[in-house]
């Protein structure tokens, strides 16, 4: 009997070729077009701040301020000559964030013991102030820089060719400092493509909600029901026949997924996924995912009464999950307040646990919190979704 159902469950999903493409397609283009959209986000490339240098010094050391700042990728210099007064106040209401002004005698001064004369940064009236506090350390290395490269030509008579082994060094970062982030190898970074893939492959498994709840609903009004409960099926079976097939289809989303985001979205120019190295992290978590979207779904079907009702329901709260748990906006854009909020949706549960596979790089260990609580709010979601339904059959609804 239990094999007749699945059989059944099957050919009914296998029919409704638009609940397929909804499960597999709209998934997999969400994955491209994020993974394109948040590129730059995630690039050691990407220019956050526009600044003009105005030299008023002309001089080698002003030149040398410019050539420093001209060299860090984060910084993007200003595409116009901006000149002071209101060209510079133009500028700054346009998209210049920064103007460093270096006036005349700034060189001098920097050379000398008593340096007196400041460079001026004229900033624009909405500019964060973490941005402003990030480029006058910018600044302030530099001229630190240039400063120790003074007094070494200054001491060069007496250590004769201690300038010309220093200058290296200091003009040198990467032999100063190496970073490595947090659970990834030494050469790997993360990605835009490692917070894409695990956010829609969370999105994607939670939208079997609509096809299985409309089917769920279709049978009620067929009285495929009512003639499975005269035959004694119990509503544990009933459940079972619903639950297998969707559980495989979600593990088929989860790897087709992730397939998208090692072989597709490097053909686009993004960078490919790497998917950790724990398969059995990647089956909890997609398992719980799956229990929570089955559950979820199962409740919606048994509490309706309209095909239209549940796609509604449906479709709103898998919007509102997304928003919420992080889906749709990364969580480290939201304010603080709004992270610890997210905690409530249970695709910020799944997400998190993928983002600790593919993100961070852990193991099994590290998402057997997050699997089991999905499979226990699926596990919920169903005796709440079975106590319904046996109500309703006693009540011939």
Known sequence: MLRAMLTKEFLLILRDKHALAALFIMPSIFILIMSMALKDTFSSDRAFVSYAVIDQDQTTISHEIASLLRENRT???????????????????????????IVP????????EDSTVPLKLDAASDVQQNMLRLFKGELTGILMKLRIKTLLHELDPLLPGIAARTDARLMDQSSLITVQFNGLEESLFPTSTQQSVPSWIVFGMFFIIIPMSTIFISEHRQNTLMRMNGMNISIPALFTGKIVPYMVINQIQVWLMIGVGMFMVPL???????????VTGIIMVSTGLSLAAIGTSMLIAVSVNSVEQATTIGGILNILF???????????????AMQTFSNLSPMSWGLEGFLDLFLRGLGAGAVLTESLALAGFGGLMLLLAAWILARRTGNGL
């Open 268 to 278: 686009l120019g993004a960078p490919a996924l790497t998917p950790g190295h724990s």
């Open 105 to 112: 005698g700034f060189s001098a001064s920097l050379a000398s």
């Open 322 to 336: 997304g928003a919420i748990g992080g889906v749709m906006v990364p969580k480290f854009f939201m304010p603080e």
């Open 75 to 101: 910084l993007k210099e200003y595409r116009q000559t901006v000149r002071p007064g209101k060209d510079l106040q133009d500028a700054l209401n346009d998209d210049l964030t920064f103007a460093v002004t």
